[in-house]
Nanobody
């Protein structure tokens, strides 16, 4: 099983980034996919999730209206489009796959929002 995140980097406040997470080794379409983030000295928090059945999404209040999660089951990939980025969005972003009691994590990608 592998979850490989990409797309992180350094961006100025107000800018945009698109994160991708390529999955392999499991039946991607059966899993709820999520993005989490962890800032230095803080606990890991859920940013956005998209379910497997209907593509229903949910977001942390702090990113609503700015971030969009989507998935392409044909490509086994989940995306996080991040717009209007703020310095407080700086964190390591992790991809997660969840189904029943099974939980997979990627290695994370750093997002830094700074002028």
């Amino acid at each position: 099983v592998q979850l490989v995140e990409s797309g992180g980097g350094l961006v100025q406040p107000g800018g945009s980034l698109r994160l991708s997470c390529a999955a392999s080794g499991f039946t991607f379409s059966n899993y709820r996919m999520s993005w989490y983030r962890q800032a230095p000295g803080k606990e890991r928090e859920l940013v956005a999730a998209i379910n497997s059945a209907h593509g229903r999404t949910n977001y942390a209040d702090s990113v609503k209206g700015r971030f969009t999660i989507s998935r392409d089951n044909a490509k086994n990939t989940v995306y996080l489009q991040m717009n209007s980025l703020k310095p407080e969005d700086t964190a390591v972003y992790y991809c997660n796959a969840f189904r029943w009691s099974v939980d997979y994590w990627g290695q994370g990608t750093q997002v830094t929002v700074s002028s």
